[in-house]
Each structure stands twice: as structure tokens, then as C-alpha cells.
């Protein structure tokens, strides 16, 4: 056997005719050559060195005084002079003679490195990659590294027609400036990706499982289009895993070809492909090494079914479905290998998993690293093992998801088993990275909601590394002013006990539209308190509870909305002077939470629940019921995908007798309200029960009309004391450089209502001329004393259209002694007449639709929406775009 090839002996009768002999061939007598005569050095000397010694420069040959020597002894000295790198000419004299002189010209010493045209990559990026720098030799050879190495930088930028060109420039004292003017040319972009022996599927459809993709205006923007050679190798693979989950067993990429075009501007890439057959899976088999599982029942739970066709991710999710079930069961290093059965005649795949025999693990220890703020036991008691627990899997990513959750370590976070000391002991190793806790924000913006903007806030979440949060904030903008500070104990005593509380002080103002202006209604100054406590029930319910306090003081704008005084129904409406006075809130409440999220912060798996209820009436005016439900899903749909459904809903049910006809026990301050931004698609306050106050108007005809403008209709949100709201969202990924910006875009689908209210009685009843004609209403003003005020006749000539309190003559002051003779005509205010309709007291759903940005800007957060309303009911106020900046979404 030669070389691994077996080789049979023939057979006699099979072996060939033997040939003739070749007749013998005569071979010369060889002819020496004479030797080389050898010569003597009779003396060695050294000319033109500058800064190195001659014995060093002799130390680099074999040439010595007193020694014989060759013209090939000569030659070899001077290759290995040139070796060296530090002579740029060398030549030998006096080989006749004996009398040796070796003639050199040393190399220069490199005075500076300069860079020129380089815009796309930064000098310190360059100067880092090349070896020539100041005060080294230069060499001819170093510089040719240097612009390969230049030229690969740029290649790896994508930039394949870039130029290099060295130049040097000779200074005094054999010294040299290098200079690589650089030539960056355009990103040689991918003009075609050509697709052979496919049948199956279509190019585009192949295209598009590549992360590369050919260069289209439409894709000015994606930095996919420019060549990548390592993205080339990842494509591949890419083809591959399609194929591969899509019953493609024998699929292989045989050739992929990236031909540079002539003017180095782009690249045209050819992948030729061979499909193979399509296959089916065949007989899926456990066969389980462990006494503890049932090969049977595992099989049944696998994903993969007989007869479905072949799909290799199935059969990674299958995997990871087994080992998962054997950590579960404290097996940590459980091996599971997949074994083929390929039947090419029926085209089915059978795969028997086969578990090999493992020794159940148990924890010997958990390692924590890289926390150098964050205190260890701050670490510790999110883990849900302890040293000597036997191992489970589900509670090691149990584990990692709450550390997650914190909010103190970089994304990503995972603790890794590894082997003990002991084939059955296994050590946690949880390699955390710290991020910034404390977040100072001083910004200033515009928003649709709240006009312009300005919020200072000051948090640090992980307070002396203790995972204490302390937070400061104040915002202020043309409608809501606050100033909250607060504090959170996650552990008190270092028990499994949450404690926190908030001291506040918020001034909001609501509002109404009159035209395109928005005016202010009502304003409410809350001041006050709350701390809280709570503590977990189980891995993932817990129980929180908490006690409240406040002085509200509701008001309305005096100028604008009284008269003579007190406050004027045909000014503010009568549900709002039924609102305004002062009153303490004092309130105790629960909230029951189940929590499986695997983040808090951006979550991608898990669901989240709530219920709660705060009761208003321990002392204090106020006396409610609110209860509250809320509800949330997340599902990672693949590919980045990321989709959830949530859903909330709340009443309010008071407690307090009867405060009239016409007038809801629950006061308007305390109601639930719906709409931007909760509900996008609206406007703010936008959906639910309200009253228009709709203005007459003449027509063309000079007849009496309502008005159908809506700018030009007064609209009061009143509030409800029940909703509901639901949304189902779908965010989108995006490239690394837009994630790295901040992007996350979605689309959405929302649905709710607002309603369960009192409807309130009319504010005034107009009258009505016999042409049918609505009338002014004229009201007599009063001054402060309560003194009937006049309007001094026109025919005066002193005094004409003073407003005075004598209802003959004149006085200088409200209430003085009258004088003069003028009669004077009542001083009045006419309200022109309006109609009001009562709006919104149905729980018919809303329905909207949209997209949204968030980004993470420079300015602050900053979330912007395009929401269509689909379904509306009458009297709501619908919003196509709406954006914030400045405030936390």
C-alpha cells in the first residue's frame, strides 16, 4: 500500500509482453573545475558610515582581517549587509588586492510620518495599523508593507479603488519625511448578485434572505450595498439555513465569485447553487441515556412531526428543547446529539436524539465580576440558586432576566455554567458590565401636548451601589408645573421588602379649544405625599400597598369665567363652577402584580399583570372607590420582531351622597380621561363624554344656522368614570446604525372607550324670538360691594359712557354720593347664543391604526406618531400627528 492506495500484485498471465532492452547509454568522464583561488585579507576597513560604527557594520558579515576569502565570501557580505535594513547602497573594493573596503550609504532616519487626503478614516486609526514611524530607518520594503497595509484598511471600508502613493522627501542629516498621499475613491458598492442553478425559488426571493444587497437608489441610505468579503461568507450561510428550513437537506453553494469591475467602483458576485431534493422527516426518536426521562413523551413534545417537511431550525429547536428539560431536572452539561437517517428513495429524513448519560449538578459556587459600583449582594439576591441548590436551567435564566431587569448592566447580560471541581458540581459565573445608573437631564422642548417644555431631572437608580433609587425632578411648560422628589428601598434590612415615597407638588391646568386657540378652563394644584411598601408572594406575583395624601385647590380664572363675583354658567359651563373649591384626598390602596417579563425596561418575552384599587375616605372631603386593571404580553416573533398586545381598563365608583340633579358624585378632578397620548389617534382628552358649545351663525340667506366649524365650537371634556383600552403593537428592527441611533419604529392598532357619567343638565335655556330666532341673554353687572353698576347716557357731555353705580347723575367713585341730572341706562353683559350637546356617554369602541417613532435624540426622547382614526363616535376629536419631546415614553 502506497500512500493510503491500496495496489493488487497482477497475475502472471496477466502481466505484459517485457520490451526490449534500451541499449546502454555511454557516459563522458565528468571535468573538474579548477578550484577558486583563495585570498588573504590583508586589511578590512569601513567608508561612508554616519551613525553606525564600522565595527558594527562589520559585525553584520563574515569578513575578518587575516582571513581567507572568495569572490563568493564577498558577495555573501553584501546580501547580508543588505539584510540588515539599515544601508540603502553597499559595494566592495580591493577584492584583487587583499586591501578590502567596504563602501556604504546608509539608510535614513524617518524625521515624520504624514497622512494626506485621508477623510473617511482618522489618522490615529491609519498611524496605528502601519510600523513606519519617527525616528526608525526607513526602508524601501517597510514602506511597501505600509501602503498594503493602507490599501487593506480601505478595503475593509469597502473602498477597493483607493490609491497609495509614498513619497519621500530627503532632509539634512540623511533624514526623510514620508508622505502617503492617499487617494480614497468612492465605496465600491455591489452592482449585481447573479444567482445560478436555482429552480426552486426566484433570485429576489434569495436576494432577500442576504444580508447584502445590490446597490438601488431606493437603498442610498443602507450601508448593506458596499462589499463586505467576511459578509460574502455570512450570505452564504445565509442561502444555506434557508434552504436547509425549507426541507433542503442536500443544499451547497459550490462557487461564490466576487469580480471587481474594471473602474473598481463595484463588485458583481455570482453564487452558483445546487438544490437537491426535498425531504420529509421520517421516524423522530428520543433515545435517553438518563433514567429520569421518558424517550416517548419527549418525543412527543419536539416540535417536529413525521411527515412535516425538513426544517433544520426545528431540529436546533428541538435540541435546546431537550437540554432545557434536562436542566430542569439539575442536568447542567446534558450532550445532545441528532443522528440521520437520510433515505434518498423516499426522501424523508428520520432523526433520533440520543441523550447522553449525565450525573445530575449541583451549584458549587457563583462567581460575580466586573461590578465594581454595585454592591455583590445587590447581585446576589436576584439569583435564584445557591450554592448547593441542585441545578436548574429555568431558574438560571429566571435569574438572568431579573438582573436584567435592574437596569445597572450593559444588554445581554447572561450567566454561564461551567464545570466545577467535580463532574456534578457546576459554577455560575454571572460576568456583569456596569453602566451609568445616574441620568442628570436639563432639556427643553415643544411637544403638541404641552407647548413648549423645559424639565430638570436628577435620578440616580442604583444609590451607593446599594440599588437604592433616589430621584429629583421639576417640569414646567405652558399647562402642568411639578416638583417630586423621591426615594426607593428595594430591600429593607436587607429583606425581601420594598419601601419608597414621593412628596410633590403639581399645578395643572386643563383646557378647552376656542377656535385654534386653547384656553385654559380649570386649574388644580395638588400638594401632598404618598409612601408605599411591598413584597413578593411568589417568584412572579407580589403585593404592593400604599397611603396618600393631598390638598387639592380647584379654581377657575376669574377674569375670564365669573361674574359679579361668583362663578358665571354662561362663562364656564355649569359642570365647572360645580367643580371648583378646595379639598384633602386622603386614600389607601393595594395593587396585586403578576411579573414575568424578561426585561423591564424592553421587554421581548413574558407578560406582565396588575390589579389595583385605592380607596378615598380616611378622613379628608373626598370618598371613592378606583380600581384599575392592566395587562401586558410580549412575543420575540423572530428576526428581531418584536410584538405585544396590551390592555387596560379602570372605574371609579364614589362614595358620597347625591351632590344634585344633573351633577356626577365623582368629581371632574378625580374621573379618568382618554386620549393623547395613551390613545394615539386622538387628541388630548379627545375620546369620551363631553360638551360642545356650538355658536350661532347667519347664512347666505340671513337665516339662523349653527355654526359647523369646529374650530369655532367650544369643547369641554368631562371625563368618565369607566374605560377600556387595548393595543396591539408590532415593533420593527432596524439596522445597526440606525439602532445604535436610537430607532425603534412600530406600527400599531389600538381600541377603547371612555364613558359612565351623569349627563349634565343644561347651563341656560336661550330665549326664542316668534320667527324662531334664538335671543341673547342679557345679564346686569354688578360692582364688588354688590351695587347695581349704570352706563352714563350718551347725551351727557361730561361723563358720556362712564360706568358708574347712580342711576342718576354721576360719581367719581363706586358707591360716592351722586351728582348731576343724566339718567343712566343699565350696565350689562349680553352672551350670544349658543346651543349645547352633550356627547360620549357609550362604551362603543374607538378604533385607530398607526406608526410611530422613538428615538433617542440629542434633545431628549423624542416620539412621534401618524394614527389614523378608524372608528370614532360623536363629539370625539381625532389627531392625525402628534410628537413629544422632552418627556419620558
Do not use: H
Not at 484598511?153 to 498621499?181: M, W
Not at 430542569?328 to 433515505?343: C, I, K, M, N, Q
Request: aromatic content about 10%; overall charge positive.
Amino acid at each position: 500500500m502506497l500512500s493510503g492506495v491500496p495496489v493488487q500484485a497482477q497475475t502472471p498471465a496477466a502481466r505484459p509482453a517485457a520490451r526490449p532492452a534500451a541499449p546502454a547509454r555511454v557516459v563522458p568522464p565528468a571535468v573538474v573545475a579548477p578550484a577558486a583561488p583563495q585570498r588573504t585579507i590583508t586589511t578590512l576597513r569601513v567608508e561612508g558610515s554616519q551613525r553606525i560604527e564600522p565595527d558594527t557594520v562589520l559585525s553584520y558579515t563574515k569578513l575578518r582581517q587575516g582571513q581567507a576569502y572568495t569572490n563568493e565570501t564577498l558577495d555573501q557580505a553584501i546580501k547580508d549587509l543588505y539584510a540588515s535594513d539599515l544601508f540603502a547602497d553597499v559595494s566592495v573594493s580591493g577584492a584583487e588586492t587583499g586591501e578590502i573596503v567596504l563602501r556604504i550609504r546608509e539608510n535614513p532616519i524617518i524625521n515624520r510620518v504624514i497622512l494626506e487626503g485621508n477623510k473617511r478614516l482618522k489618522e490615529d486609526k491609519i498611524k496605528k495599523e502601519i510600523k513606519l514611524a519617527p525616528r526608525q530607518i526607513f526602508t524601501r520594503t517597510a514602506v511597501r508593507q505600509d501602503v498594503a497595509r493602507i490599501v487593506e484598511l480601505y478595503r475593509r471600508q469597502g473602498r477597493f479603488a483607493a490609491v497609495i502613493e509614498p513619497k519621500q522627501v530627503s532632509l539634512d542629516q540623511n533624514r526623510v519625511d514620508v508622505v502617503f498621499e492617499i487617494s480614497e475613491g468612492p465605496k465600491s458598492k455591489v452592482r449585481q448578485i447573479n444567482i445560478i442553478g436555482n429552480e426552486k425559488f426566484s433570485d429576489d426571493a434569495l436576494r432577500g434572505e442576504m444580508a447584502t444587497k445590490q446597490s438601488r437608489l431606493f437603498r442610498l441610505l443602507s450601508s448593506n450595498t458596499s462589499y463586505d468579503q467576511d459578509r460574502l461568507a455570512y450570505d452564504q450561510q445565509k442561502l444555506r439555513q434557508f434552504y436547509l428550513t425549507n426541507g433542503y437537506a442536500d443544499f451547497r453553494v459550490t462557487s461564490a465569485v466576487a469580480e471587481l469591475t474594471p473602474d473598481k467602483r463595484d463588485f458583481i458576485i455570482t453564487y452558483v447553487v445546487e438544490e437537491g431534493s426535498r425531504y420529509k422527516f421520517g421516524d423522530v426518536t428520543v433515545d435517553s441515556e438518563i433514567r429520569d426521562f421518558d424517550n416517548k413523551r419527549l418525543a412527543a413534545s419536539l416540535p417536529l412531526k413525521k411527515d412535516d417537511w425538513y426544517n433544520a431550525k426545528l431540529v436546533e429547536d428541538a435540541i435546546d428543547s431537550l437540554s432545557q428539560s434536562a436542566g430542569l431536572f439539575g442536568y447542567a452539561f446534558t450532550e445532545v446529539s441528532p443522528e440521520y437517517a437520510r433515505d434518498k428513495d423516499t426522501l424523508t429524513m428520520g432523526i433520533n436524539f440520543v441523550i447522553a448519560q449525565q450525573q445530575r449538578s449541583y451549584v458549587e459556587r457563583v462567581d460575580i465580576t466586573g461590578n465594581t459600583q454595585t454592591q455583590d449582594k445587590v447581585i446576589r439576591r436576584e439569583i435564584r440558586l445557591a450554592e448547593g441548590d441542585a441545578f436548574n436551567s429555568f431558574q438560571m435564566k429566571r435569574s438572568q432576566d431579573r438582573i436584567n431587569s435592574l437596569g445597572y448592566f450593559q444588554d445581554k447580560f447572561e450567566i454561564k455554567p461551567v464545570q466545577g471541581s467535580s463532574p456534578d458540581r457546576v459554577v455560575l459565573e454571572a460576568n456583569v458590565e456596569e453602566k451609568s445608573t445616574g441620568e442628570l437631564q436639563l432639556s427643553a422642548g415643544y411637544s403638541s401636548l404641552e407647548r413648549f417644555i423645559i424639565q430638570a431631572s436628577i435620578t440616580q437608580r442604583n444609590f451607593r451601589g446599594k440599588g437604592q433609587e433616589l430621584r429629583a425632578g421639576v417640569n414646567y411648560s405652558t399647562y402642568s408645573k411639578s416638583v417630586e422628589l423621591g426615594f426607593t428601598e428595594p430591600y429593607l434590612f436587607d429583606k425581601n421588602i420594598a419601601i419608597g415615597g414621593d412628596i410633590f407638588r403639581r399645578d395643572f391646568n386643563s383646557f378647552n379649544f376656542n377656535g385654534n386657540q386653547r384656553q385654559t378652563t380649570y386649574s388644580q394644584v395638588s400638594t401632598g405625599f404618598q409612601v408605599r411598601a411591598g413584597v413578593p408572594l411568589t417568584e412572579f406575583w407580589s403585593l404592593s400597598g400604599r397611603y396618600g395624601l393631598s390638598y387639592d385647590e380647584v379654581g377657575l380664572d376669574e377674569a375670564s369665567f365669573f361674574t359679579n363675583g361668583v362663578c358665571d354658567p354662561l362663562k364656564a359651563g355649569r359642570y365647572l363652577c360645580e367643580a371648583i373649591g378646595n379639598r384633602w384626598t386622603s386614600s389607601i390602596g393595594y395593587s396585586l402584580i403578576y411579573d414575568s417579563l424578561n426585561s423591564r425596561l424592553r421587554p421581548t418575552a413574558g407578560q406582565r399583570f396588575s390589579f389595583s384599587q385605592d380607596f378615598a375616605g380616611l378622613g379628608g372631603d373626598v370618598k371613592y372607590l378606583r380600581s384599575r386593571a392592566e395587562a401586558s404580553k410580549f412575543f420575540n416573533v423572530g428576526s428581531g420582531f418584536i410584538f405585544s398586545l396590551v390592555g387596560e381598563g379602570g372605574y371609579i365608583r364614589s362614595l358620597e351622597k347625591s351632590r344634585g340633579e344633573g351633577v356626577d358624585k365623582v368629581r371632574i378632578t378625580d374621573r379618568f380621561y382618554l386620549g393623547e397620548p395613551q390613545f394615539r389617534g386622538f387628541n388630548i382628552r379627545g375620546v369620551g363624554p363631553r360638551v360642545q358649545r356650538i355658536p350661532y351663525t347667519t347664512d347666505a340667506n340671513n337665516k339662523q344656522v349653527l355654526v359647523t366649524d369646529r374650530d369655532q365650537i367650544i369643547d369641554d371634556a368631562l371625563g368618565g368614570t369607566a374605560y377600556y383600552l387595548a393595543r396591539a403593537e408590532l415593533e420593527i428592527p432596524l439596522g445597526s446604525g440606525a439602532r445604535e441611533l436610537g430607532l425603534r419604529p412600530s406600527i400599531y392598532v389600538q381600541a377603547g372607550s371612555l364613558f359612565s357619567i351623569t349627563r349634565p343638565l343644561p347651563t341656560v335655556t336661550f330665549p326664542v324670538a316668534a320667527d324662531g330666532t334664538v335671543l341673547p341673554i342679557t345679564t346686569p353687572l354688578f360692582d364688588s360691594s354688590g351695587n347695581a353698576l349704570y352706563l352714563v347716557s350718551a347725551t351727557d357731555t361730561t361723563n358720556a359712557g362712564a360706568i358708574t353705580t347712580c342711576r342718576t347723575g354721576f360719581s367719581a367713585t363706586l358707591g360716592g354720593a351722586c351728582t348731576g341730572t343724566s339718567v343712566n341706562g343699565v350696565y350689562s353683559s349680553s352672551t350670544a347664543p349658543f346651543k349645547e350637546v352633550f356627547y360620549g356617554s357609550n362604551a362603543r369602541p374607538r378604533l385607530s391604526v398607526g406608526i410611530g417613532v422613538n428615538w433617542n435624540s440629542p434633545f431628549g426622547p423624542l416620539r412621534i406618531d401618524v394614527a389614523k382614526a378608524l372608528l370614532r363616535q360623536p363629539g370625539d376629536d381625532p389627531k392625525l400627528i402628534t410628537f413629544n419631546v422632552g418627556t419620558q415614553f
